[in-house]
């Protein structure tokens, strides 16, 4: 079983930033690609980012790409999500999912193990 515990959401106004953590326990995270998702109230759960195993590939959704940067410290079985230049229509709670392989894509399905989510919440 993989334990996936998201950290470091909050209030923050237009144009701050965040950083995300996502301490995982339970196997080999250098293994297993991660993902960052979001659920905005009233829509469906959003793809944000995805890293692979080692860290050498990495994808964004269109409207994040040049604010948010995913990354990950394998050492300390965690992944990050930096979020700069935030705007309101990135409120959210934000999921980290871990997937079924070294390779993912932005395609929910392949993540098996997800946390129990931080909110964000970008004030105008």
């Known amino acids: 079983q993989v334990q996936l515990v998201e950290s470091g959401g909050g209030l923050v106004q237009a144009g701050g930033s965040l950083r995300l953590s996502c301490a995982a326990s339970?196997?080999?995270?250098?293994?297993?690609?991660m993902g960052w998702f979001r659920q905005a109230p009233g829509k469906e759960r959003e793809f944000v980012a995805r890293?692979?195993?080692?860290?050498?590939?990495?994808n964004y959704v269109d409207s994040v790409k040049g604010r948010f940067a995913i990354s990950r410290d394998n050492a300390k079985n965690t992944v990050y999500l930096q979020m700069n230049s935030l705007k309101p229509e990135d409120t959210a709670v934000y999921y980290c999912?871990?997937?079924?392989?070294?390779?993912?894509?932005?395609?929910?399905?392949?993540?098996?193990?997800w946390g129990k989510g931080t909110q964000v919440t970008v004030s105008s």
């Open positions: 999912a871990a997937a079924r392989s070294f390779y993912s894509t932005h395609d929910p399905a392949d993540y098996r193990y």
């Open positions: 890293i692979s195993g080692g860290g050498g590939t990495t």
């Open positions: 339970g196997r080999t995270f250098s293994n297993y690609a």
